[in-house]
């Protein structure tokens, strides 16, 4: 099977403009879930889509937004971006079941100027 | 307030001997504990896992253990080799409760020639 991708794998943007990421999970997966990756904080959850419905959400601002379509790709959106939201942008996809181990994307890492 | 904790955010080990990495935390709702592998560029790939029900899961060289009554849990490598060089995350959730994954800062091991 195909890995989780995740679309564009860099980028650099200036304050104030906003962004869209993309992941593709693996086939079969109808979970993805948002990371953030920075030096200081680590891997921080953003949110959690299921079955295009997002079921679990972290404690970042709204300016951090989501979606799920039927194929169970997903789209994370950073609008007004400030230069903290520099990072490493991390997409994981599982089946959806309880604990279960999730498997990473490649990351998009997202510079803002 | 971090919930999983790792508090060394290196460590360097010869190759050969083991690596020792730990993990605390915080939540006693936890109950599931997984250990994550990164490299630079690349997305954390899954390495081992433990249930609460258990104290100890072993795979190859990897060895997680895990001390409820201390909230402590840790992943030994033996013995190190230079492909272990990596960060390792630990990560955590709760059967029942959010389902989130909620990971610590990470621990860079470096493998010494």
């Known amino acids: 099977k195909a890995g989780v991708t995740q679309t564009p794998r860099y980028l650099i943007k200036t304050r104030g403009q906003q962004v869209t990421l993309s992941c593709s999970p693996i086939s079969g997966h109808r979970s993805v879930s948002w990371y953030q990756q920075t030096p200081g904080q680590g891997l921080q959850f953003l949110f959690e889509?299921?079955?295009?419905?997002?079921?679990n959400k972290g404690n970042f601002p709204g300016r951090f937004s989501g979606r799920q379509f039927s194929n169970s790709r997903s789209e994370m959106n950073v609008s007004t971006l400030e230069l903290g939201d520099s990072a490493l942008y991390l997409c994981?996809?599982?089946?959806?079941?309880?604990?279960?181990?999730?498997?990473f994307g490649p990351g998009t890492r997202l510079l803002v100027l | 307030d971090q919930q999983v904790k790792q508090n060394s955010p290196s460590l360097s080990v010869q190759e050969g001997r083991i690596s020792i990495l730990n993990c605390d935390y915080t939540n006693s709702m936890f109950d599931y504990f997984l250990w994550y592998k990164k490299y630079p560029a690349e997305g954390p790939t899954f390495l081992i896992s433990i249930s609460s029900i258990k104290d100890k899961n072993e795979d190859g060289r990897f060895t997680v253990f895990l001390n409820k009554s201390a909230k402590h849990l840790s992943l030994h490598i033996v013995p190190s080799q230079p492909g272990d060089s990596a960060v390792y995350f630990c990560?955590?959730?709760?059967?029942?409760?959010?389902?989130?994954?909620?990971f610590g800062k990470g621990t860079r091991l470096h493998i010494l020639p």
């Open positions: 994981a996809s599982s089946l959806g079941q309880d604990q279960e181990t999730q498997y």
């Open positions: 990560a955590a959730s709760a059967m029942g409760r959010d389902d989130k994954i909620i």
């Open positions: 889509y299921f079955s295009e419905t997002q079921r």
